[in-house]
Nanobody, 124 residues
Framework: QVQLVESGGGLVQAGGSLALSCAAS????????IGWFRQAPGKEREFVAG????????NYANSVKGRFTISRDNAKNTVYLQMNTLKPEDTAIYYC?????????????????WGQGTQVTVSS
């Protein structure tokens, strides 16, 4: 079993910044991929960003490219999502997810464990 705990959500004004964290624990593989997803009210959950463990290859949704940065500290088993220039449309519950092997990072079926989510609200 793998446990994921997100933190760092909150309320921010448009144009502001927030930093999310995802801490992994339990029986993690030595190499694993972490993805961030979000779900806004009335919408389907969507991919935001992801990062591999060794090469730290990153992937981003077009809607967040240039504004969000994903990074990780393997010694701490923690992945970060720095969100800058936030927009009201970024308002959602943000989830991190774990996969031991990812072929298509945007596909939710690739992930076997999910965190409980953290709320991000961007006011206009």
């Amino acid at each position: 079993q793998v446990q994921l705990v997100e933190s760092g959500g909150g309320l921010v004004q448009a144009g502001g910044s927030l930093a999310l964290s995802c801490a992994a624990s339990g029986r993690t593989f030595s190499t694993y991929y972490i993805g961030w997803f979000r779900q806004a009210p009335g919408k389907e959950r969507e991919f935001v960003a992801g990062i591999s463990s060794v090469a730290q290859i990153t992937n981003y949704a077009n809607s967040v490219k240039g504004r969000f940065t994903i990074s990780r500290d393997n010694a701490k088993n923690t992945v970060y999502l720095q969100m800058n220039t936030l927009k009201p449309e970024d308002t959602a519950i943000y989830y991190c997810a774990y996969s031991s092997l990812v072929v298509s990072p945007m596909s939710q079926s690739q992930y076997s464990y999910w965190g409980q989510g953290t709320q991000v609200t961007v006011s206009s």
